[in-house]
């Protein structure tokens, strides 16, 4: 009967010690994170190994940051979720920052080699003829004594780039835009819906001027979307800010040779 007086109290003394313990484990609970795409980590873990830091893009919310680099030119704010080891660590979460090439990060800001200058340009062409170096972004009016009048310039995106020679067989100032069918399916699934037209105006993407390459769907136009000029950016036609396509309208008559290389 001692006996077992003494093992039903050592049992209770230790049920006490387990509820004590395991209220003194989880006082401090850890925090719960939802993850923009849930799947993610668990994939990765069935995949084997170790849960690697997944990284999802966010918007900054001011231009501020301890890090000088943040703020430069085509490095957009990210945040890293790390997840350590050990089922009650708790995640750290990093501020990074990442280079996204072909597009530009800030708005307003534009290198100064793409600016409008003169310089010297060795070439056949005759004076009056426009070169688009679509690898380097610019776009040269020839003119004589071996010299050009460079401007900046915005060209095909990956997928749709093109060369050739043509000639300016239309101008027109602040352009009216009719999307091509196939832009607008392209458009369509992912998620971007594109009007069937839009008037000219400073809301237009072709900007405030446009000079049509033959009977291509192509053109050298301006653009409502300044801080672009210097990427691949277009669906294969030229831009250049709105500035430099009038002082470029200007100088460029119809029958005028463009090639573009």
Same mark, same amino acid.
């Given at each position: 009967?001692?006996?077992?007086?003494?093992?039903?109290?050592?049992?209770?003394?230790?049920?006490?010690a387990s509820t004590a313990f395991a209220n003194d484990r989880y006082q401090?609970?850890?925090?719960v994170i939802v993850s923009p795409d849930l799947t993610a980590p668990w994939?990765? @873990?069935?995949?084997?190994?170790?849960?690697?830091?997944?990284?999802?893009? +966010?918007?900054?919310?001011?231009?501020?940051?301890?890090?000088?680099?943040?703020?430069?030119?085509?490095?957009?704010?990210?945040?890293?979720? +790390?997840?350590?080891?050990?089922?009650?660590?708790?995640?750290?979460?990093?501020?990074?920052?990442?280079?996204?090439?072909?597009?530009?990060?800030?708005?307003? @800001?534009?290198?100064?080699?793409?600016?409008?200058?003169?310089?010297?340009?060795?070439?056949?062409?005759?004076?009056?003829?426009i070169v688009i170096d679509t690898n380097n972004r610019f776009l040269y009016?020839?003119?004589?004594?071996?010299?050009?009048?460079?401007?900046?310039?915005? +060209?095909?995106?990956?997928?749709?780039?093109?060369?050739?020679?043509? /000639? +300016? /067989?239309?101008?027109?100032?602040?352009?009216?835009?009719?999307?091509?069918?196939?832009?607008?399916?392209?458009?369509?699934?992912?998620?971007?819906?594109?009007?069937?037209?839009?008037?000219?105006?400073?809301?237009?993407?072709?900007?405030?001027?446009?000079?049509?390459?033959?009977?291509?769907?192509?053109?050298?136009?301006?653009?409502?979307?300044?801080? /672009?000029?210097?990427?691949?950016?277009?669906?294969?036609?030229?831009?250049?800010?709105?500035?430099?396509?009038?002082?470029?309208?200007?100088?460029?008559?119809?029958? /005028?040779?463009?090639?573009?290389?």
């Open positions: 009967m001692m006996k077992h007086a003494v093992l039903c109290a050592a049992g209770a003394l230790s049920l006490l401090s609970r850890p925090p994939v990765m @873990q069935l995949g084997g190994g170790s849960v690697q830091p997944v990284v999802y893009p +966010v918007r900054p919310m001011a231009r501020r940051a301890a890090d000088p680099a943040m703020e430069q030119p085509g490095n957009p704010q990210v945040r890293r979720v +790390v997840q350590p080891r050990g089922l009650f660590s708790r995640p750290v979460v990093q501020q990074v920052a990442v280079v996204r090439p072909q597009y530009p990060a800030i708005r307003g @800001q534009l290198d100064p080699q793409f600016l409008p200058q003169i310089v010297d340009y060795q070439t056949k062409e005759r004076p009056g003829t009016l020839v003119m004589d004594g071996g010299k050009a009048r460079r401007y900046g310039v915005g +060209v095909g995106k990956p997928g749709f780039e093109w060369a050739g020679a043509h /000639t +300016v /067989t239309r101008k027109q100032e602040w352009p009216d835009w009719t999307p091509p069918a196939e832009m607008i399916s392209r458009e369509a699934a992912k998620g971007h819906y594109l009007p069937a037209h839009m008037e000219g105006g400073e809301g237009n993407p072709l900007g405030a001027r446009a000079m049509y390459l033959g009977s291509t769907l192509y053109r050298i136009h301006g653009t409502n979307a300044p801080w /672009t000029i210097g990427n691949a950016v277009s669906s294969g036609c030229i831009r250049l800010r709105n500035e430099d396509v009038t002082d470029l309208y200007n100088r460029v008559k119809v029958g /005028t040779r463009v090639i573009v290389m």
